[in-house]
């Protein structure tokens, strides 16, 4: 029996040393479907997750990476600090961390942004897991040189077919998952930057 693409995805993360992946969607392929169905898969594989949605307001740069920094809940200012900081914090996790990044379509600065993922791949000692969906935009980011090569790291995957998961039990826009009876810190935000963190 063929596994379903979703799961197909998250196995590929599970081999040893596995390259990122970045989701091609293709046009007319609704993108939320696929985003929302990763990120409910996501806690069968792991337990620290976060859900990355590139900034798209018009912002400065120090802006931009403030927005990022205050996902992994660091109080840097500075794009070298908040790097470091990223890093430090997947490398101090006992288990691995995944990471969704998506909105890259209307990011005005995929530069800076590309530039900061690669130092963190690079730093990171495969500790974290990363899928990237986008669309044509992405897609063109595969071709660039410079700055933006990091994303040579990526294995592509054209997303051409709707998405055919289905997410049960979720009829609001925070549902909150009991570990050992404990929701402390446990959260799973419907649309927005999710972060979970499985206490042991």
Do not use: W
């Amino acid at each position: 029996m063929q596994n379903n693409p979703i799961e197909t995805f998250f196995l590929h993360l599970s081999k040893p040393n596995p390259v990122p992946l970045m989701l091609i969607a293709q046009s007319g392929i609704n993108r939320l479907s696929y985003i929302n169905a990763i990120k409910h898969k996501a806690y069968e594989y792991y337990a620290i997750i976060y859900h990355l949605g590139l900034p798209t307001d018009d912002m400065t740069k120090e802006e931009y990476f403030e927005e990022i920094a205050q996902l992994f809940r660091s109080r840097a200012t500075n794009p070298h600090r908040i790097k470091k900081d990223i890093i430090d914090l997947i490398n101090s996790s006992r288990e691995d961390t995944f990471l969704l990044v998506t909105d890259f379509e209307n990011d005005l600065h995929l530069d800076d942004f590309a530039k900061l993922m690669r130092a963190i791949l690079d730093q990171a000692n495969g500790r974290l897991k990363l899928i990237t969906i986008g669309g044509e935009k992405l897609a063109n980011l595969k071709t660039n040189q410079g700055i933006n090569s990091y994303f040579d790291y990526f294995e592509t995957i054209i997303i051409d077919k709707p998405c055919d998961y289905t997410i049960e039990n979720q009829t609001s826009s925070q549902t909150t998952i009991s570990i050992n009876g404990d929701n402390s810190g446990v959260a799973l935000i419907g649309n927005g930057n999710t972060i979970h963190i499985h206490k042991s």
